[in-house]
């Protein structure tokens, strides 16, 4: 799953982290709360979405790795972040990606799977809409709008 370089980063947040890995693109919801405005609440938290019931956080915009720093370093070139580290979430703004599942259709609501993705069947909290439909490669423009 992979992001192209041509978005709009209209909103963004970077106060959560995330303890699982993961890749550029997909949707993240809340896993506990934090409290208050700090910006380094430990207990500030996201993972991949994974039910259809849950609270939309953002669309992740790090890759979110594990490795063994010891040996090698982030390829911070590539938007890499280490497990556990703050992540970059967009709020609002457009992307064009294939993370997306189904066959969606320009001006549709965007919604997201239990798995992570962005689709056009309801079944979710709606996160946006879609731009365009999938092209050759599986890449759709999508509106991310979490409010």
Not at 73 to 101: C, M, P, S, Y
Request: proline share 2%; no cysteine; aromatic share 4%.
């Amino acid at each position: 799953m992979a992001l192209k370089p041509d978005r709009v980063e209209h909103l963004t947040d970077l106060s959560f982290f995330m303890d699982e890995i993961a890749t550029r693109g997909q949707i993240v919801t809340h896993s506990s709360n934090g409290s208050g405005a700090s910006m380094d609440d430990a207990n500030a938290k996201v993972i991949k979405a994974t039910g259809t019931s849950d609270d939309p956080a953002g669309l992740l915009l790090n890759d979110v790795v594990n490795l063994d720093l010891t040996r090698q370093h982030i390829n911070f070139a590539k938007d890499e972040v280490q497990k556990g580290g703050k992540v970059l979430l967009l709020r609002r703004g457009t992307v064009v990606t294939d993370n997306v599942a189904g066959t969606p259709a320009a001006g549709a609501k965007a919604y997201f799977t239990s798995d992570a993705k962005i689709t056009s069947a309801a079944g979710s909290a709606q996160i946006g809409r879609f731009l365009s439909a999938e092209d050759a490669d599986g890449y759709a423009k999508v509106e991310i709008n979490i409010v």
